[in-house]
């Protein structure tokens, strides 16, 4: 027969299950929402994984329909990415691979839906700003200098600030608007390393317009006049 539990370990004893019965809902409710927190994280991220393995297998199959010259098989490709993976880095790697391949086909159209779905859909401002900057150099050979202004003002990060001056020094020289050139041409020029091969055709462009970055007045060329 089992040994009596003494009063002391009895009173303890009542004491938790009070306790339980009073909390042990709540309690088993939390653990419920904890457990299913972390399940629902570990999921997710073998989601991702997978997602991750799975676009990338599409964007070597894209990347050799692109190296073949298979245009139609490319897209369909990159359709199909769009459709599955649409969040995914390699969709985004895919869409201006098939960009620059069509582009150098001539078939402007494709490149352009290509790049805008990046401006649109992607949640990296990376892509998206190399994307836009694809865009605004289209739009600037087609002669549609406002459009390429208006999506070098959406470029992101200062990592892409000197591109953005410099393109925008470019459409003003093209509509003669010299003050205008020569202030965002100095803006480039500036943020560019010094020894950046980049900065010293950002300095040809100064010296066209009269402007040499490197004298102590430079800074007045903003206020030339044309």
Do not use: C
């Amino acid at each position: 027969m089992a040994n009596q539990l003494d009063l002391e370990e009895q009173e303890q004893l009542d004491q938790l299950k009070h306790f339980w019965n009073q909390y042990g809902n709540l309690i088993t409710g939390l653990l419920i929402v904890v457990l299913g927190a972390v399940a629902a994280w570990n999921g997710y991220h073998y989601w991702q994984r997978s997602q991750a393995a799975q676009s990338a297998a599409m964007f070597d199959e894209m990347s050799k329909s692109v190296a073949a010259g298979d245009m139609a098989m490319a897209q369909r490709t990159f359709s199909d990415m769009k459709e599955r993976y649409a969040t995914a880095t390699y969709t985004q790697q895919a869409a201006l691979a098939l960009a620059r391949q069509a582009s150098d086909k001539g078939d402007n159209d494709t490149a352009k839906a290509a790049l805008q779905w990046v401006v649109d859909k992607s949640g990296d401002e990376g892509y998206a700003a190399i994307a836009r900057l694809r865009l605004a150099n289209m739009f600037f050979d087609a002669k549609d200098y406002a459009q390429s202004l208006v999506l070098l003002d959406g470029v992101k990060g200062e990592a892409f600030a000197a591109l953005v001056a410099d393109r925008k020094g470019d459409i003003f020289a093209v509509q003669d608007k010299r003050s205008e050139a020569k202030a965002a041409y100095l803006q480039a020029y500036q943020k560019l390393e010094e020894r950046s091969q980049y900065r010293r055709v950002v300095q040809v462009k100064l010296n066209a317009l009269g402007v040499d970055p490197e004298a102590s007045n430079a800074p007045k060329a903003t206020e030339g006049q044309k």
